[in-house]
């Protein structure tokens, strides 16, 4: 298994696993491969920084170019977190709920996302309901915290 990080045409950054390079190669021939923030299967393989450890004089360079690229990233993770937390209803642990009410058709399609424990994700996608799992903790949870 291989891990890449994918930039969509709209410039969002996600990581998907695939058996090898051939295998992210044909996928995306096909366009079998699609941001999960914008469904756009228009994507290409994001600028990725090794793990590697370097006792030359390169390291430092090594080092700003890796900051770099994780600033990069965490520019459009922002992105996201800031376009969900304006645009979508936080529903909180009502989340697997009301995911069901809009895609059994009980409630008016509306962009929502709150929080669900891996039982209920895993049940949500085997009903066929889609979701993606933020790599962020929201504003509402950080307002528990405090």
Not at 30 to 42: A, G, H, R, T, V
Not at 48 to 67: D, F, G, L, R, T
Not at 75 to 81: D, E, G, N, P, W
């Amino acid at each position: 298994m291989i891990k890449f990080d994918l930039i969509c045409q709209n410039e969002h950054i996600f990581e998907e696993s695939f058996d090898d390079s051939k295998s992210y190669e044909l996928q995306k021939k096909k366009k079998l491969i699609e941001c999960p923030f914008c469904m756009n299967n228009s994507v290409t393989k994001s600028v990725m920084a090794p793990n590697v450890s370097s006792k030359s004089n390169n390291s430092k360079k090594i080092k700003k170019e890796q900051e770099k690229v994780f600033a990069n990233y965490n520019k459009q993770l922002s992105k996201i977190k800031n376009e969900i937390e304006n645009n979508f209803k936080y529903v909180g642990k009502k989340f697997p709920e009301e995911a069901r009410k809009i895609h059994y058709g009980e409630e008016e399609e509306k962009p929502i996302y709150g929080e669900a424990t891996e039982k209920e994700s895993k049940e949500l996608v085997k009903e066929g309901i889609s979701l993606v799992k933020l790599p962020f903790e929201t504003k509402e949870k950080r307002k528990k915290k405090n």
